[in-house]
């Protein structure tokens, strides 16, 4: 049975994942908070992904630019001039769209290029018949482009000179610090700089819960090499996407496409770009891009900085112009992936449960303490004072209910292991650990304990 988004959505509510941001104040649209879980989640991803992008390549960097950066890079990036949606209303209702989302809602396996013009988008609506979703009146405006960045203002005046915008992206903090790091850290090619870092855009209907907000955060590497290189590491770059995906974060195979854009549909900087999509509830949308960007972007700060950006190779004494391969992934799109990829409501003999199957890395709880009655309490805090000093991980105590409804409720959280601590404990030194997807119970010696689920955080 396909999952429904309000019923992900209010698991992952009620559970301490996500918030409606400023609920006591009626709530602001399309913006969310993260709880606890949430927070742990999300930080496992990022580590989970600097790991294997950065820490594990000898020959990738970590850098976190600024977010506020000199207007001009905006200017020579094309986003002041190019980074804007195409923007319609309803005469109608006075209801506002995105008119490529709109044609594409109506013909799902249209991928509406970035650079029709106004005109050629009126004639797709035309074309398809497109009515407004609220009122269904086909009563449109002339399209018109919105920019899509956030204006902020320095200094004690809002005039024009001193606007200055919030970045909508974090790869040109990269391009602009690529002589820095290459410098610094004596890079030869090819040789990567990763980042994670919050990025901004004033997105005309932004929604799907968590899957498109005007406030996010982005994974992204630059992979900057020869020009000869980059077809080669396109495919590399690729293949390491659906390693970490199936691998790492257990994503189905069947539940993502990889879509080669066309020449129409490549954006104005790439020369090739896969789309990896994800089967989300409200149907298949990007998850994760791979593009060629070429050397576009160091030749636009080139030219508009005046500074040299070439890379120098000393095997041939000649400066050459890096291309750069680029996969971009926004933190919280795998989050929502994730979760409602390991989300079940597993059929048991006489009852049913919840059950989030987290890969033990990302698992935002990776041991509950219970002892089995309050009267094992004190001993049984003694116990987790101890583990929570040796366990690579969060672990939480909890005594509230039977043991039962506590198995359950870290089940639906995505625990993977339940330690008991019950009367035999005192005298035999032994606790019985649970497992969340197989429910077995094994006998193991405290002294054990750490070790046991260490070992299976470092699988």
């Known amino acids: 049975m396909k999952l429904k988004q309000e019923e992900i959505v209010n698991h992952l509510k009620t559970s301490g994942f996500v918030f409606s941001s400023s609920e006591i104040y ?38 976190d630019s600024s977010i506020i950066l000199n207007p001009t890079v905006w200017k020579a990036s094309g986003h002041l001039d190019q980074f804007s949606d195409p923007l319609i209303d309803c005469k109608y209702c006075k209801a506002r769209f995105r008119a490529d989302k709109l044609i594409e809602e109506k013909d799902p396996s249209l991928n509406i290029s970035d650079h029709l013009t106004n005109q050629e988008y009126q004639e797709l609506l035309k074309k398809y018949d497109v009515s407004c979703p609220n009122c269904h009146h086909q009563e449109w405006t002339d399209i018109r482009n919105f920019n899509l960045m956030f204006k902020t203002f320095q200094g ?35 040789f990567g700089i990763g980042q994670i870092g919050k990025s901004f855009r004033n997105e005309i209907t932004p929604g799907n819960f968590i899957f498109r907000t005007r406030e996010f955060e982005q994974m992204e590497l630059e992979y900057f090499c020869e020009p000869k290189q980059a077809d080669l590491i396109m495919d590399m770059m690729l293949n390491k996407v659906k390693d970490f995906l199936f691998n790492y974060c257990q994503i189905k195979k069947e539940n993502l496409n990889f879509h080669e854009q066309t020449k129409d549909e490549l954006a104005h900087y790439s020369n090739r770009t896969v789309d990896v999509q994800y089967q989300f509830p409200h149907g298949m949308s990007e998850l994760w891009g791979i593009a060629n960007r070429t050397d576009h972007d160091l030749n636009k700060h080139m030219a508009y900085s005046k500074q040299d950006l070439s890379y120098l190779d000393q095997t041939t004494n000649q400066k050459i112009i890096p291309y750069v391969i680029e996969p971009s992934v926004g933190v919280e799109r795998l989050l929502y992936a994730i979760c409602c990829e390991v989300y079940e409501v597993q059929k048991l003999s006489n009852d049913e449960r919840i059950v989030m199957h987290f890969p033990i890395l990302l698992a935002p709880i990776k041991l509950a303490v219970l002892p089995l009655v309050n009267k094992l309490d004190e001993y049984s805090k ?35 292991f339940c330690l008991t601590i019950d009367f035999d404990t005192l005298s035999t030194q032994q606790v019985t650990i649970r497992e969340r997807d197989s429910m077995l119970q094994v006998k193991i010696d405290l002294n054990d304990v750490s070790w046991y689920i260490n070992s299976r955080l470092e699988k």
Request: proline residues 5%; without cysteine.
């Open 26 to 63: 009626n709530g602001l649209a399309n913006a969310w908070d993260y709880g606890p879980l949430g927070v742990l989640l999300k930080n496992n991803i990022k580590q989970l992904w600097n790991e294997y992008f950065v820490v594990q390549d000898p020959n990738v960097y970590n850098l």
């Open 156 to 190: 004690v005046t809002e005039d024009n000179l001193n606007t200055l915008y919030l970045r909508p992206e974090t790869a040109q903090g990269i391009f602009i610090n690529f002589k820095n790091v290459q410098r610094t850290m004596r890079a030869k090619l090819p």
């Open 382 to 416: 003694k116990i987790f004072n101890q583990l929570v000093k040796q366990i690579k991980g969060k672990i939480t105590y909890d005594t509230s209910g039977s043991i039962g409804k506590r198995y359950r409720r870290q089940d639906a959280i995505g625990t993977p």
